[in-house]
């Protein structure tokens, strides 16, 4: 919506209310008048009901407004004597509109001082519940986000299934853009799947001030500029959301406005210089493992190395058998029962689950393993006699390509050499011609809403020619920390500034298998209350919490021993 809609959407709420309550403020002792005055009406309103004035500033929070429109509007029905179930569904049911029923009644009467009180078991559990919404939603919105770590885009700096609380004050919390919406849920009602929103109408991007601005390589949540998340590397239909109903995704900022990037051989440089990280990212590489007398899993295992596939041939797999191990496989090869082989990930496939089936399982013993591997651990997998030799995987061909950003030929970026590129900032000028245009068409279509058009003499921005463009926003350039398993930046280009959410500061807990059922779960106790990013090594804080828990129950066990002993 433009500024004069929403002016004139406000002006239109002003006059219905007028109408259906300007009578109940003459009930209650004040002027007609004052129904009418923006804002100034809802302080008199608050004490018409009873309630306190700062009800008013959540009138003006997004989402939260929504909980609190309906409150006032069955406490107006209550201050006038209207205390029955059908009332309450009646006005939230008609948002509002039965008010007008009251107010154009013969002789509303005002009760002045009615009981602030539930009188039933089910309203004082209703009353808590809204209050406990809202001061959650609070919360939710613009300090402490909790996330799950769903993919291994971050694998060994963050790890799938680590639960992080995620600031939204640190880079400033972004006020909600969909007016409409459920609270304390994202773009789907859960059970439901159903949208939890309404696209119209959209509140202009604000965002409060931060603590600080986001640094290079910092670890940052944000909503993924490339629509959904739906299936990842497979193009389908385009599903337009609103900023703040987007995916939410974890990356880390490798490049802030203003830097110039280039991905040199797998490596990041920013501004001619290679990137330097802290104590605890790791980054990580395909590598591929050789061995003439073959690549042993058990091995790999024994030496703590757990990111490849081992292959298993199966030689009397049946249906019933097979459908039984699919939970457990990644892929398979062959047609026929005496060449069918299955692919796992590193933990294999169950013995116990094998024996049950009977079946006559053997894994192959591959002379080339590939592995995900940060350089360390390359260099320690060197070190195993049995390995040959271990390879760093790197895309040096640059062939002209739709696949990587900005997904024009002829350009031939690839994921290990890409660049360099400017990430532009705001107030930025960059020159615009027909070779670099491609790279700042998202920017200046759909992030900064212009109108770009390409004839065969020149470029015009908004119908006029032009040769240069000026930035109204700042940009990130987002990287996964497993380069070769990471949809990020190289794919679908930049991030801006108004799809931050926040940075992330604390695993509160973490499950390992959590995609693999709960039979499988396994608390990472090493990882419970550490934070995300900091110097050393991790450390976990849950011990000194779990002391303090106790020692509080303590006191409070004994504080009650001792006033009953009084009594």
Known sequence: ????????????????????????????????????????????????????????????IPTINLIIFGAIWVETLKSFGKNKLTDTLLVLLTF??????????????????????????????????????VAATLVHNYFIQPYIIPTGSLEKSLLIGDFLFVSKFHYGARTPMTSVSVPMVHDTIPGLKIRSYLKNPQLPYFRLPGLKKIKRNDIVVFSWPADTVRQFFVKEKRVDKPIDKKSNYVKRCVAIPGDTLEIINGFVHTNGNKSTYSDRTRIQFSHSAYAKKGVSSRKLLSKGFESFYRRYKIENITESSYKQLIPYIVGRSGNTVDNFVVITEAKGLPIELIRKLGLRVSEQLEAKKDMVLTLKEAASLRAIPEIDSVV????????????????????????????PLLIPKKGMTVSLNRTNFPLYKKIITDYELNELEITPS????????????????????????????????????????????????????????????????????????????????????FPYFAGVIILWQGFVFFRRRKNKSAA
Do not use: C
């Not at 007609?32 to 004035?53: D, E, F, G």
């Not at 039965?98 to 009180?117: A, C, E, G, W």
């Not at 760093?392 to 660049?419: A, C, Q, R, T, V």
């Not at 920390?481 to 940075?503: L, T």
């Open 96 to 133: 509002g509109l039965s008010i007008f029923s009251l107010n154009y009644s013969k002789n509303p009467t005002h009760l002045p001082d009615r009981s602030l009180r539930p009188k039933t078991a089910l309203g004082e559990m209703i009353s808590s519940l809204l209050f406990a919404i």
């Open 392 to 419: 760093l995987k790197i895309s040096k061909n640059k062939i002209p390509n739709e696949s990587f950003f900005p997904n024009k030929i002829p350009y031939d970026w690839n994921e290990d050499n890409f660049g």
């Open 458 to 541: 020149e470029i015009l921005i908004n119908g006029e020619p032009t040769e240069k463009y000026t930035f109204k926003k700042d940009y990130y350039w987002m990287m996964g920390d497993n380069r070769h398993r990471s949809e990020d930046s190289r794919f679908w280009g930049f991030v801006p500034e108004d799809h931050i959410v926040g940075k992330p500061i604390f695993i509160w807990f973490s499950i390992k298998g959590i995609n693999d059922g709960i039979k499988n779960w396994s608390i990472r106790w090493n990882r419970v209350f550490t934070t995300v990013e900091g110097p050393g090594e991790r450390y976990s804080y």
């Open 1 to 60: 919506m433009t500024l004069t809609q929403w002016i004139l959407f406000a002006l239109a709420l002003q006059i219905i209310h007028f109408l259906g309550t300007w009578k109940l403020y003459v009930a209650a002792g004040f002027k007609a008048w004052q129904a009418a005055v923006p804002v100034y009406n809802a302080i008199i309103l608050m004490k018409i009901i009873n309630r306190p004035k700062w009800w008013v500033i959540l009138l003006f």
